[in-house]
Antibody, heavy 121, light 110 residues
Framework: QVQLVQSGAEVKKPGASVKVSCKAS????????MHWVRQAPGLGLEWMGW????????SYAQKFQGRVTMTRDTSISTAYMELSGLRSDDTAVYYC??????????????WGQGTLVTVPS | QSALTQPRSVSGSPGQSVTISCTGT?????????VSWYQQHPGKAPKFMIY???KRRSGVPDRFSGSKSGNTASLTISGLQAEDEADYYC??????????FGGGTKLTVL
């Protein structure tokens, strides 16, 4: 069965960086884009970007351009999302989500359990 | 890019129908037939329900249906059940390999 298992919660100081991992199993990792979505406490979902695990190609939301980097290690079927220049309003649960149909359709059929990143003000 | 516009809350009694709207622009909702809907219960990851405006994911009850007119997509839930109480989010392709979520709608089953 498809599983996405994310790394544990993090507490970071303002200005620091955080790198969240997402280990995939149960399907061909390189066959489906991986997206990252975040959710601040009590607020809605926010799409951050995707990575094509096959080519390493990426697309980021304009809001995060210059601050986010998405990478992958195909040898261990793991995707990574690194966010730099952290601010208090980056405090959120960060999810990885597998694209259902291979590309950038926005159809996320499996989600990780979420990783809480806290940036105290 | 601003989030797609959804009502903050809707409510209905068991057995009734409710519709949740998702309004964007011609650059996102209106420009593509790539709107999806997600259900999220408190403390849980979102669940994929509808894709390509109106197609139900396998296993999703046919009480859930999607549609689109112009720049507004809609999710209709008929025969409301207590377990439908959750937050609902729309998501649209917005061109240039980017995606946009709606602000979310809290559904209360009275």
């Amino acid at each position: 069965q498809v599983q996405l298992v994310q790394s544990g919660a993090e507490v970071k100081k303002p200005g620091a960086s955080v790198k969240v991992s997402c280990k995939a199993s149960g399907y061909t990792f390189t066959g489906y884009y991986m997206h990252w979505v975040r959710q601040a406490p009590g607020l809605g979902l926010e799409w951050m970007g995707w990575i094509n695990p096959n080519s390493g190609g990426t697309s980021y939301a304009q809001k995060f351009q210059g601050r986010v980097t998405m990478t992958r290690d195909t040898s261990i079927s793991t995707a990574y999302m690194e966010l730099s220049g952290l601010r208090s309003d980056d405090t959120a649960v960060y999810y990885c989500a597998k694209d259902a149909y291979g590309g950038d359709s926005g159809d996320f059929d499996y989600w990780g359990q979420g990783t809480l990143v806290t940036v105290p003000s | 890019q601003s989030a797609l516009t959804q009502p903050r809350s809707v409510s209905g009694s068991p057995g009734q129908s409710v519709t949740i709207s998702c309004t964007g622009t011609s650059s996102d909702v209106g420009g593509y037939n790539y709107v999806s809907w997600y259900q999220q219960h408190p403390g849980k990851a979102p669940k994929f329900m509808i894709y390509d405006v109106s197609k139900r994911r396998s296993g999703v009850p046919d009480r859930f249906s999607g549609s689109k007119s112009g720049n507004t997509a809609s999710l209709t839930i008929s025969g409301l059940q207590a377990e439908d109480e959750a937050d609902y989010y729309c998501c649209s392709y917005a061109g240039s390999s980017t995606l946009l979520f709606g602000g979310g709608t809290k559904l209360t089953v009275l």
